[in-house]
C-alpha cells in the first residue's frame, strides 16, 4: 500500500534506515511539521543523535516491533522489500512511502522547484544554491544530500514558493520529484550496477528533463555535450553555462588566486551581471558557481548578494573539508567515489602547499570499482602515496572476483606508490608511521571512510619523544 505523507500529519511516521543522509534530514523535517517521528538504523550516529535531541525516537538495529503502532512507513531504496520491519508492516497493512515519492510529494505545489541533478557537484551546487538564495532574501525549503553549516544540517522548512534538492539519479530516484527548474552539472559514467551504459544514463537524464513544465527551466553545462543534449532538447526553457564560447552564461576575466580560487565576470549573451569571486578551489566549484548564477538570474535575485554569498561558501560537510592538523599534517576529507570525482579533490588538494600528498581511498562497491576499474588506475597520478582499503560492498554482497589488491600492479606500473591498507586502523597505523609536519592527506570515498578521519582526530597529535 503507497501513502501520501500529508495524510498522516500528526501521526506516527516511522524511518527505517533514519540515519542516512537524506533520510535524517527528512525525519527531522516532518518532526519540525508536526508528524510523530520515530526511526531505526544500524548504528548510532550523530545523524540519529541529533535527531533523538529533537525528540524523535531512534530504535538501534531493526526488529519487526519498532514498527508496531506506526501509521505510515518511510523507507529508502537501500531497504528491501525483505527487510524484517518492512515485512512486518505489510502484515499489519501499514501504508509505506519511498524516500524519492516523499520528496517528489513536499516539491508539489512549490512554484519555484529546484531539482540539482548530475553525476558529480550535485551536494555541493545544491549547497551553494541554498545559501545563495538565503542571503539573497529568499525563504526556500532545502534538502541536500550532505550537511551545510550555513542552515544547520540538510534540511530546512522554508515558507516561500521556492523548493531547493538534490536530485540523484541513482535507481532513477530523481524521475519521482516535480522539478519546475533542473539543474545538469553533467552526465557520466557511474552506478552501473543500475544503468547499462553511458547512452542509458542519458536517457535518464533526458526523461527528468521531461518532467519539467513547458514555463520551466532546464539548466545544464554546456561543454558537456551529453548534458546540453538533453537540455536543449527540454520542451522548456533552457539555459546552458560554461567556458564554451556557445554557451549562455560564461566568465569573462577568469583568473585563480595560488589556492585555485577563481575570480570572473559572470555575463548573459553579452550582458554583464556581475563580478564573482569563488572561496572554494578549482574549475569544477567555479562550474557550479555558475550554475547557481543562472539559476538565481532566472529567479530574479539580487546578483549583487549572490556575490557576497559565493564569496564566503565554505562548503558542504564531506566536500573537501578539512578534518584536523594531527602531526603537523592538513587531514581532508571528501565525499567523491568515482574517478572525475577524485580528481578533482586531488587537485584542490595539490593547490595546498605540502610536502607528501597522501591519498587514501575507500572503494565503494564491487560493481564500481570493476565497471570503473582502468579509469581508477589513471586517477590518482596527483597523488605521492596511495593507501586503498577493502572494498565497501554498501548494498551489494561479494562477488569473489574483485579485491582491493587487484589495482596495485596496474597503479604501480603507471608509478603511482599505492599500498592496500585493509582497515581504518591500519591505514591510521601506516600513516602515522610515514608522514611528516607538512604534508596533506585526503581520504575519499561515499561510504564509512571519514571515520578515518575521526580516529585521527580523536586520537590526536603522536606524542613525541
Known amino acids: 500500500m503507497v501513502a501520501n505523507i500529508f495524510d498522516y500529519k500528526g501521526r506516527r511516521a516511522h524511518f527505517i534506515g533514519i540515519g542516512g543522509s537524506s533520510m535524517s534530514g527528512l525525519a527531522g523535517y516532518l518532526n519540525s511539521m508536526g508528524y510523530a517521528v520515530t526511526g531505526s538504523d544500524r548504528t548510532k550516529s550523530h545523524k540519529t543523535e541529533h535527531l533523538e535531541q529533537q525528540g524523535v525516537k531512534v530504535f538501534i538495529g531493526h526488529a519487526a516491533e519498532n514498527v508496531r503502532g506506526a501509521d505510515v512507513i518511510v523507507y529508502s531504496a537501500a531497504i528491501g522489500p525483505e527487510n524484517v520491519e518492512r515485512t512486518e508492516a505489510a502484515r499489519l497493512g501499514i501504508p509505506q512511502i519511498e524516500r524519492c515519492d516523499l520528496i517528489g510529494e513536499l516539491m508539489a505545489g512549490h512554484e519555484f522547484a529546484v531539482g540539482v541533478s548530475g553525476t558529480h557537484g550535485k551536494t555541493t551546487t545544491t549547497s551553494m544554491l541554498a545559501q545563495a538564495f538565503m542571503q539573497a532574501g529568499a525563504d526556500p525549503t532545502i534538502h541536500i544530500g550532505g550537511e551545510l553549516d550555513f542552515i544547520g544540517g540538510s534540511t530546512r522548512a522554508g515558507g516561500g514558493d521556492d523548493f531547493i534538492c538534490e536530485a540523484c539519479e541513482y535507481n532513477g530516484s530523481f524521475l519521482h520529484f516535480k522539478p519546475t527548474v533542473a539543474i545538469i552539472t553533467n552526465i557520466d ?26 514555463s520551466g527551466w532546464c539548466v545544464a553545462w554546456g561543454d558537456d555535450p551529453r548534458a546540453r543534449r538533453v537540455c536543449e532538447n527540454a520542451a522548456c526553457h533552457h539555459l546552458t553555462y560554461g567556458l564554451g564560447e556557445g554557451n549562455m552564461l560564461r566568465p569573462a576575466n577568469l583568473s585563480y588566486d595560488e589556492q585555485g580560487r577563481a575570480s570572473f565576470t559572470a555575463v548573459m549573451e553579452g550582458e554583464a551581471l556581475g563580478d564573482f569571486h569563488m572561496n572554494v578551489s578549482s574549475e569544477a566549484n567555479m562550474l557550479d558557481g555558475l550554475a547557481v548564477i543562472a539559476v538565481c538570474w532566472i529567479r530574479g535575485l539580487d546578483m549583487g548578494r549572490v556575490a557576497q554569498a559565493l564569496a564566503s561558501f565554505i562548503g558542504a560537510h564531506r566536500r573537501f573539508e578539512l578534518t584536523s592538523v594531527t602531526d603537523g599534517v592538513r587531514c581532508y576529507t571528501d565525499y567523491g567515489h568515482n574517478p572525475a570525482e577524485i580528481k578533482n579533490a586531488l587537485k584542490i588538494a595539490s593547490l595546498q602547499p605540502h610536502g607528501t600528498l597522501w591519498s587514501v581511498w575507500q572503494p565503494h562497491t564491487y560493481s564500481r570499482t570493476k565497471a570503473l576499474f582502468d579509469q581508477f588506475v589513471e586517477t590518482f597520478d596527483l597523488a605521492d602515496r596511495l593507501l586503498i582499503t577493502d572494498i565497501m560492498g554498501a548494498r551489494e554482497a561479494d562477488p569473489g572476483d574483485i579485491r582491493s589488491e587487484m589495482l596495485l600492479p596496474p597503479l604501480r606500473a603507471r608509478g603511482v606508490d599505492a599500498v592496500v591498507t585493509p582497515t581504518f586502523d591500519d591505514a591510521e597505523a601506516y600513516l602515522r608511521a610515514h608522514w611528516h609536519s607538512g604534508d596533506v592527506m585526503i581520504s575519499h570515498g561515499c561510504g564509512d571512510i571519514d571515520l578515518l578521519n575521526e580516529q585521527i582526530a580523536l586520537h590526536g597529535d603522536t606524542p613525541t619523544a
Open 189 to 214: 559514467e557511474d552506478h552501473l550496477d543500475y544503468y547499462k551504459d553511458l547512452d542509458d544514463i542519458e536517457a535518464a537524464f533526458a526523461r527528468f528533463a521531461a518532467l519539467l513544465p513547458e
